[in-house]
């Protein structure tokens, strides 16, 4: 693996020497994660996304559809925007290293997710500015019980990791655990201290080596009931070979249709799964939306 990142890090040595001078062991991981990343981009996977996800997503969960959850959402998500605008901040696509925000479809089944399935302990990786990981902590704060632990490296610019879970606002800090590194490095050991986990976010770098790394040990850890969400699974197969390697569990493909015109995907951006891990003697449900 050293011998190959450093292959590629030669054709980037700005890069490489910064990030290899303040944490070795950890640039040389996420650098090696780019280079796959980027070998593995064939074009977008084409998956079939199902138009009625929310409603499949409560009768799943066993919730009337739409919920009162969704009219706290979009209170919230209007507050959260305009506090960032407030202060300067870009918000929405792009905004990020070429990345969008938590888009308001993905966050939203996010936020219903945890006001439902009630989770004491959730992970999710890859932070940004933080708007899924401050949605995340409402909700938890709202059921009164639970705690995130957010894995995620800043990157290198000293502006951009400034901005890194900007949108929490130090907020509810007794159930936010931030944990600095890649998540090679620190989500087999999180698991390991945490245990049992009720719900899972990937929103980190988006290779399918690094996916399914991630979603293999979550997997281990989730109990049945627990969710696992992946944000922009369209950009590679992760998704699907992990439902093929796991199968007989209910999972839904999604692509936001808005509830308001200020509610929809940014730009358009990618789709994002769910898969709900079905307890071992349930007769499990076709498994829709999947190519």
Same mark, same amino acid.
């Given at each position: 693996?050293?011998?190959?990142?450093?292959?590629?890090?030669?054709?980037?040595?700005?890069?490489?020497?910064?990030?290899?001078?303040?944490?070795?062991?950890?640039?040389?991981?996420?650098?090696?994660?780019?280079?796959?990343?980027?070998?593995?981009?064939?074009?977008?996977?084409?998956?079939?996304?199902?138009?009625?996800?929310?409603?499949?997503?409560?009768?799943?969960?066993?919730?009337?559809?739409?919920?009162?959850?969704?009219?706290?959402?979009?209170?919230?998500?209007?507050?959260?925007?305009?506090?960032?605008?407030?202060?300067?901040?870009?918000?929405?696509?792009?905004?990020?290293?070429?990345? #969008?925000?938590?888009?308001?479809?993905?966050?939203?089944?996010?936020?219903?997710?945890?006001?439902?399935?009630?989770?004491?302990?959730?992970?999710?990786?890859?932070? +940004?500015?933080?708007?899924?990981?401050?949605?995340?902590?409402? +909700?938890?704060?709202? #059921?009164?019980?639970?705690?995130?632990?957010?894995?995620?490296?800043?990157?290198?610019?000293?502006?951009?990791?400034?901005?890194?879970?900007? +949108?929490?606002?130090?907020?509810?800090?007794?159930?936010?655990?931030?944990?600095?590194?890649?998540?090679?490095?620190?989500?087999?050991?999180?698991?390991?201290?945490?245990?049992?986990?009720?719900?899972?976010?990937?929103?980190?770098?988006?290779?399918?080596? #690094?996916?399914?790394?991630?979603?293999?040990?979550?997997?281990?850890?989730?109990?049945?009931?627990?969710?696992?969400?992946?944000?922009?699974?369209?950009?590679?197969?992760?998704?699907?070979?992990?439902?093929?390697?796991?199968?007989?569990?209910?999972?839904?493909?999604?692509?936001?249709?808005?509830?308001?015109?200020?509610?929809?995907?940014? #730009?358009?951006?990618?789709?994002?799964?769910?898969?709900?891990?079905?307890?071992?003697?349930?007769? +499990?449900?076709?498994?829709?939306?999947?190519?």
């Amino acid at each position: 693996m050293l011998v190959t990142a450093l292959r590629y890090f030669s054709r980037h040595p700005v890069l490489a020497f910064g990030a290899v001078a303040s944490h070795p062991r950890e640039a040389v991981m996420r650098l090696y994660d780019v280079y796959l990343d980027r070998r593995e981009r064939r074009g977008v996977c084409r998956y079939e996304a199902v138009p009625d996800w929310e409603q499949r997503l409560h009768r799943l969960l066993g919730i009337a559809f739409p919920c009162a959850a969704i009219q706290e959402f979009t209170a919230l998500w209007h507050d959260v925007v305009g506090s960032m605008r407030g202060r300067g901040l870009r918000v929405g696509p792009e905004t990020f290293l070429g990345w #969008n925000d938590g888009d308001p479809g993905l966050v939203r089944a996010i936020w219903c997710l945890v006001r439902h399935l009630r989770p004491s302990r959730v992970i999710e990786t890859g932070v +940004a500015h933080g708007f899924t990981s401050r949605f995340i902590l409402e +909700a938890l704060e709202r #059921n009164g019980e639970g705690h995130l632990w957010s894995i995620d490296l800043p990157p290198l610019d000293p502006v951009l990791g400034a901005e890194v879970g900007v +949108a929490v606002e130090q907020r509810h800090p007794a159930r936010w655990s931030y944990i600095r590194g890649t998540s090679r490095q620190r989500l087999p050991r999180l698991i390991a201290e945490v245990g049992e986990i009720d719900l899972f976010v990937h929103d980190s770098l988006h290779s399918e080596h #690094n996916l399914r790394f991630e979603l293999d040990r979550a997997w281990a850890a989730l109990r049945p009931g627990g969710a696992i969400v992946v944000d922009d699974m369209d950009v590679n197969w992760g998704f699907r070979s992990f439902l093929e390697r796991f199968s007989g569990h209910r999972s839904l493909v999604c692509e936001a249709e808005p509830l308001s015109p200020d509610l929809r995907r940014f #730009n358009g951006k990618g789709l994002f799964g769910i898969i709900v891990k079905d307890p071992p003697a349930s007769q +499990a449900e076709p498994q829709p939306g999947l190519c």
